[in-house]
């Protein structure tokens, strides 16, 4: 009688490579897409909200520039801790505190309150901003970190199409509290996933240990590197033209053109889609073309999209598809500038990545604190702020970069320590 052989149970099958991948993709997506879940959600509100606290246009955009203003400084804070303590800790504790700041804006009784508790849900939210780029820098370098961040838009990038078109059904059957009922319920999630998936990618070796003094030689060295200035500052200016449109289109669309809360989320989730194939298309050509090359190109459109659009508002035209394609290239050219900009300025910073991604997010979203109430000055009734803040700062964008790079612009291979595909070492 042949004797039964015991079966030796079967190993479990390691998890494959491409699928840990997507899930630091779809992680760090969903991080990155903090600032404009935050922000355009509840734009197709914002004059439902003036109406609601009996409050002019300019005051509830300043609801806007309390939120820039908590994401700069927050970034400047989040940064150099995640540098010191490893990415993990102050991103958990910045998500859960994000989702009881969210809660705290839904029940606002007043706009000056929701003007404090947007601050503060801004101050937790770069954390998951700061720290997805900092990830990114810790484990990959050169071309391969500028395609991984080209990658990173397209998931990232759904937020600014989905976030509008999500408040204006939003609003169809709920006040506008609801619209932050949801963002705390989407950072309770977000939280839960990451506690249990998300494991640290800052050993203690690579961490920095000098504290408060560590923090301001990395910032003073990296503000007196004319490179990393250059890209930061061009970075920073072209993506407060965006944030000018970011404030001001919710009403100049609604009440100067007459387009209903809906229409206007879509025409902005239309302008978003041109942000994630613009950042395909930039993933595709990295690695052949120079990203600084890239760069320069979407500066120059952002450029001339911008004086088009003040030219169009000039003219008087009051038809919506007049500034509808200026505002789509200017929307559009961030697929290239914000990876590109952000991968040349954090090449040369591997030990001081969260640093580094602070001072870049201190410099984009002052700028959108700095704008926001402009673009309102002169009322809800005339483009002409917005288009004005967005051209200047287009054209000031590309000026800083050309300036700012003439006889010293370096290719990225030369600044970056590796361009292959493979990661850096953890």
């Known amino acids: 009688m042949p004797i039964a052989r015991p079966q030796r149970p079967r190993a479990a099958s390691a998890p494959r490579p491409q699928d840990s ?35 002019g246009a ?36 910045g998500l859960a505190a994000y989702g009881l700041a969210s809660l705290l804006c839904a029940f606002s009784p007043s706009v000056g309150a929701l ?8 101050f937790a939210g770069a954390a998951g901003i700061v720290v997805a780029r900092a990830i990114v820098r810790d484990l990959h370098t050169g071309v391969a970190a ?31 509290q609801g619209i932050f009922v949801v963002l705390s319920v989407f950072a309770a999630l977000l939280l839960a996933v990451i506690a249990r998936g998300f494991g640290e990618t800052l050993p203690p070796e690579r961490r920095q240990t000098d504290g408060l003094r560590g923090t301001i030689v990395a910032f003073r060295g990296l503000l007196t590197d004319r490179l990393f200035v250059s890209y930061a500052l061009s970075c920073g200016l072209s993506l407060g ?7 001001g289109s919710s009403f100049i669309f609604q009440e100067v053109y007459g387009v209903s809360p809906q229409a206007f989320s879509l025409i902005f989730g239309l302008n978003a889609v041109g942000l994630v194939i613009a950042g395909q298309v930039n993933g595709r050509l990295v690695g052949r073309v120079e990203p600084l ?60 990545a969260g640093s580094a991604s602070a001072l870049l997010g201190v410099l984009q979203f002052a700028l959108g604190a700095a704008v926001a109430p402009l673009v309102g000055i002169a009322g809800s009734a005339t483009a002409l702020p917005m288009a004005l803040v967005i051209a200047v700062l287009g054209a000031s964008a590309l000026a800083a970069l050309l300036v700012l790079t003439r ?20």
């Open 58 to 93: 300019s005051e509830v955009q300043l609801t806007l520039s309390a939120f820039f203003f908590g994401l700069a400084l927050g970034q400047a804070i989040i940064g150099p801790l995640s540098d010191a303590f490893g990415r993990r800790r102050p991103l958990l504790i």
């Open 241 to 247: 033209s965006v944030f000018a449109y970011i404030a």
């Open 21 to 55: 991948r997507l899930r630091l993709i779809l992680m760090l997506g969903a991080l990155s897409a903090f600032a404009p879940l935050s922000i355009d959600m509840y734009l197709p509100a914002l004059p439902t909200i003036s109406r609601d606290f009996e409050t």
């Open 407 to 426: 006889g010293v612009g370096i290719p990225l291979p030369a600044r970056a320590a590796g361009v292959s595909e493979a990661p850096a070492s953890r």
């Open 115 to 122: 003007i404090g508790f947007r601050f503060v849900q801004g």
């Open 146 to 176: 500028a395609r991984f961040m080209s990658v990173l838009m397209l998931v990232s990038g759904l937020a600014p199409i989905l976030a509008p078109i999500i408040g204006g059904q939003l609003l169809k059957f709920a006040p506008w």
């Open 293 to 352: 090359k890239l760069l320069t190109l979407g500066l120059l459109a952002s450029s001339l999209a911008g004086m088009t659009l003040l030219a169009v508002v000039l003219s008087g035209s009051r038809s919506i598809f007049a500034i509808v394609p200026p505002l789509f290239v200017i929307i559009t050219s961030v697929g290239f500038v914000m990876p590109n900009a952000t991968v040349l300025a954090l090449a040369g910073s591997p030990r001081t």
